[in-house]
């Protein structure tokens, strides 16, 4: 517990630093950091700012319970950013504004679709970030015997120093930090799983190889033990390949519209430098993303090893507990379980009576009750342990958590207060602002942000649809957001009226359907009652291609853009070439 | 972000350009989907009888193997826009 106080300290004390150094001058430097970010610095800021507390904590455990079917995650979570740098993030950059919804009421000069954008992009941030604030929450009262609403309010005032003083600068410099803090909590304990379990030191190579000291692969292992305690086979799924296939689209098309993932390539100088950047963001979240199904896998096999058939033997009296067991020729549950029981991660039922822990899975074939529940969070925290580590490597992790967590909000803080002050502020209703003005504005809808998401996170438990971040804001940025972009650059005849159409054909039913089923009538629905068998978390992809057609439909049968808008597309097409042109550029000129 | 000078010999190439990094997309989107949705998908069955070290091919591609296919995109990617970039002259 000590040695988590100190890296929580120890790491906030470093963000605020940075903080103080990285303070915003201009609205140039609060929304897009000056554009003086470096790619490479600029990858790193992304994956801090991608990869959440749910990627850090959960994803592991996730896959290790999903076995193969957890790989529409690491897909989806990574194939995204091929699409961003093929398809949006240089042009995006050569647009050379400040937010997202710049770009879609520019390009489609119109404030109607200014503000249908914004809405879509406030809906999604804030559905996000609750998760990142209750996450906050969570590793305080667990860890560090802090109340849940005190440790958001922690995360809150932390969140604020940088968010409101630095802008994006403040926000770019920390998520630095905060990577590096997130990605050596991570791979460490990795490291030496890895080596315990297969001899072999890169968890990559580990997660194929063989058993230390046996004559069978550890897949091939982990698969045959899973099966024969009753569970799914590791190697494959019950989901249909359709469904499959649904689900990784609509994670990576989502992960392309994601606005708080876009507005990072605009603060590179230059368009070769958003693609560059976008290469770089990859490398440094395939770190992690390659590592957490093989920390998946060793965990699970660990966990039914060390757990399953051992004698229980409660936290309190440890010692002497495990100590009667062994020497009655028994084997005791192992130290970790006990530590673990306490922050209530870990939990056993003695359903039967007999003292055992049973892991078994829903078609056990000797017909025993599960009695062992694992919270998905355990794989990453209870690993150093498990793999014996120093103490001080417990703590770590929880400090990389916190960094996961913290960083992702403030890059989702910088999406609300943005598309508050600019968007809806200064191009909307207040059209003659000074930058001044604006400057103070956006500090301002920051801080107001941060209290927001604060409260969001508090009442996260009451509010049903913060759970479901996956469906609602990866399917929300896949059908309605990643489709304008994308036909505003490719197609130049794509025009106000489909852009309008095409975003609201991919918001109402996108949300209609994920509501009935998650939280609606339908929540007890079965997947016969799926539309095409196609899950609530897939249902993104398949709407995205119906609002890809309705917008291409509505804009052939309408008028096209004017000459500006198009020559306007040919510019951002070609890197350098970006001029102003009168209607698009009349609000805002481009930011070189 | 200075216009080329009107010399005829470094005035960007824009016509040409653009149907070329049209082609480098779709070719390079190809192999985003064959890595992902082919080989950690579609063809996950087929593939998962051939092994690599101790995992099934199709179950390491989509939980690995596609991964490091990304990366090598982007970056391919980057390096063939700079060439077609100077190829066409165009300057960033």
């Not at chain 1, 507390?53 to 957890?70: D, H, K």
Request: aromatic fraction near 12%; glycine fraction near 10%.
């Amino acid at each position: 517990m000590d040695w988590t106080l100190i890296w929580v300290l120890a790491t906030f004390g470093l963000y605020i630093g940075i903080a103080l150094w990285a303070r915003a001058g201009s609205t140039n430097d609060f929304y897009v950091a000056g554009h003086g970010v470096h790619p490479v610095v600029n990858g790193m800021a992304t994956a801090a700012d991608w990869m959440s507390a749910a990627s850090f904590l959960s994803m592991a455990g996730l896959i290790a319970g999903m076995g193969y079917g957890g790989s529409v995650y690491l897909m989806g979570w990574t194939g995204g950013y091929v699409l961003l740098a093929l398809l949006l993030a240089p042009f995006l950059r050569e647009f050379g504004k400040f937010t997202v919804p710049d770009f879609v009421g520019d390009r489609y000069y119109s404030g109607t679709a200014r503000v249908v954008a914004v809405i879509c992009a406030l809906f999604v941030s804030f559905t996000y970030i609750a998760g990142q604030m209750s996450g906050v929450g969570i590793a305080f009262s667990r860890f560090l015997g802090v109340d849940f609403n005190t440790g958001i309010l922690f995360g809150m005032a932390i969140v604020f120093v940088y968010a409101v003083l630095g802008g994006m600068k403040g926000v770019t410099y920390t998520q630095v930090a905060q990577y590096v803090v997130l990605i050596f909590a991570y791979t460490v304990p990795a490291i030496f799983i890895s080596l315990m379990l297969t001899s072999n030191p890169v968890p990559q190579l580990g997660f194929i190889g063989n058993l230390r000291g046996e004559d069978i692969s550890m897949l091939q292992k982990l698969d045959e033990t899973v099966k024969g305690l009753g569970f799914e086979s590791y190697l494959s799924s019950t989901k249909t390949s359709f469904d499959i296939f649904c689900i990784t689209a609509a994670l990576m098309f989502g992960t392309a519209g994601l606005p708080h993932v876009i507005i990072r390539f605009f603060t590179v100088p230059r368009a070769s430098d958003a693609r560059l950047s976008a290469g770089w963001a990859l490398v440094f979240i395939a770190l992690l993303y390659t590592i957490a199904p093989a920390v998946g896998a060793f965990a699970r096999h660990n966990i039914i090893a060390s757990v399953n058939e051992t004698t229980y033997v409660p936290a309190a009296g440890y010692a002497q507990g495990s100590q009667l067991v062994s020497e009655a020729g028994g084997t005791p549950s192992p130290a970790w379980f006990a530590n673990w029981e306490t922050t209530g991660l870990v939990a056993f039922d003695d359903r039967n009576g007999d003292g055992q822990m049973q892991i078994r899975g829903p078609a056990a074939p000797d017909g025993l009750e599960n009695e062992v529940t694992i919270n998905n969070d355990i794989y990453v925290l209870a690993n150093p342990e498990i793999a014996q580590l120093p103490e001080w490597v417990i703590g770590l992790v929880v400090a990389g958590g916190l960094a996961a967590a913290l960083s992702t909000a403030a890059g989702l803080l910088m999406v609300i207060s943005s598309a508050i002050s600019h968007d809806l502020c200064r191009r909307t209703f207040f059209k003659g602002m000074t930058d001044k003005t604006e400057l103070r504005v956006a500090r301002g809808a920051a801080a107001a942000a941060v209290i927001a998401a604060g409260f969001m996170g508090i009442y996260s438990a009451d509010l049903a649809f913060v759970a479901q971040v996956v469906a609602f804001a990866f399917g929300l940025a896949a059908a309605s957001l990643f489709p304008v972009i994308l036909l505003g650059i490719f197609w130049k005849r794509m025009n106000r009226e489909g852009a309008i159409a095409s975003m609201l054909t991919g918001l109402i039913p996108t949300f209609a359907y994920i509501w009935y089923f998650k939280l609606g009538a339908g929540k007890a629905a079965t997947s016969e009652d799926w539309f095409l068998g196609v899950s609530p978390e897939g249902i993104g992809f398949v709407v995205m291609t119906g609002s890809i057609v309705v917008g291409v439909a509505v804009s052939l049968v309408t008028r096209p853009p004017p000459q500006d808008i198009q020559d306007l597309v040919e510019d951002i097409r070609i890197p350098g070439s970006r001029r102003s042109h009168g209607i698009a550029d009349s609000g805002m000129a481009p930011v070189d | 972000m200075a216009d080329a000078p009107e010399s005829s010999d470094r005035t960007p190439d824009r016509k040409g350009y653009w149907p070329e990094v049209i082609r480098l997309t779709l070719t390079l989107l190809a192999v985003w989907f064959l890595v992902s949705f082919g080989a950690g998908i579609l063809l996950r069955e087929f593939l998962d009888q051939f092994h690599i070290g101790g995992a099934p091919l199709g179950f390491w591609f989509a939980q690995n193997g596609s991964i490091y296919v990304f990366v090598a995109l982007i970056f391919c990617y980057c390096a063939a826009m700079n060439r077609l970039e100077k190829k066409y002259r165009i300057e960033d």
